[in-house]
């Protein structure tokens, strides 16, 4: 089975500087996709980036990217030039290729976002 | 232009007393999830339904059961609440079993007394 792990439960982070959310992941499967979920504060989840595993581009989505080190099985989120808007809980989350849409979650990272 | 609604958003509920959670989509959906989230853990997939294909997990407890009575409705029956039932609850849905992206609900937070 996969597990996800998440060792960091808080983060601190001033605006419009950057913080690196930090991830890892078990698996045998060679085949996979990696995503960054956001939950605000009483709303829902929305998906931030995601990342397959066959690829060795690191994905990219406006201030938000990613360094996935596959060998290590390291899967970090960058937010530069952050905003109050993106204090929120954030969830890693691992999903296999082959059969299935099941989303295997971390237990999360709190980002609080200070002035 | 909420696309997954969850109803209600705080549910409580007595020890032992049936209790259900609605969640309805306006995405034209075919697969509905429902994740258990208590505080402090990872949000963990109960079951999801393909259309009307209900795949349940294999460690949810049997006081749990879904139903799907049309595309754009899906709930979540927990027949005998105990204390160890309060949690988040999300419903999620994707186009289909291989799309990327699952869109949430905002919960309903359960609390068992």
């Known amino acids: 089975a996969q597990t996800v792990t998440q060792s960091q439960p808080e983060m601190s982070v001033q605006e419009a500087e950057t913080v690196t959310l930090s991830c890892t992941y078990d698996?045998?499967?060679?085949?996979?996709?990696l995503f960054w979920y956001k939950q605000p504060p009483s709303r829902q989840m929305i998906l931030v980036i995601r990342q397959e595993a066959y690829k060795q581009q690191n994905a990219t989505e406006n201030r938000f990217s990613v360094n996935f080190q596959k060998a290590a099985k390291s899967f970090s989120l960058k937010i530069s030039d952050s905003q109050l808007g993106d204090a929120a809980m954030y969830f890693c989350a691992y999903r296999s290729a082959g059969g299935g849409n099941k989303l295997t979650f971390g237990t999360g990272t709190q980002l609080k976002v200070e002035l | 232009d909420a696309m997954v609604i969850q109803n209600p958003r705080y549910q409580v509920t007595q020890f032992g007393k049936p209790v259900t959670l609605s969640c309805s989509q306006t995405?034209?959906?075919?697969?509905m999830y429902w994740y258990q989230q208590k505080s402090s853990q990872a949000p963990k997939l109960l079951f999801h339904y393909y259309d009307k294909d209900f795949n349940n997990e294999a460690d949810t407890p049997d006081n749990f059961q879904s139903r799907r009575p049309n595309t754009s409705f899906c709930f979540l029956d927990i027949r005998s609440p105990g204390l160890g039932d309060a949690a988040m609850y999300l419903c999620a849905t994707s186009r289909d079993m291989t799309s990327y992206e699952q869109y949430f609900g905002p919960g309903t937070r359960l609390t068992v007394t």
């Open positions: 995405l034209n959906h075919n697969v």
């Open positions: 698996t045998s499967e060679s085949d996979y996709y």
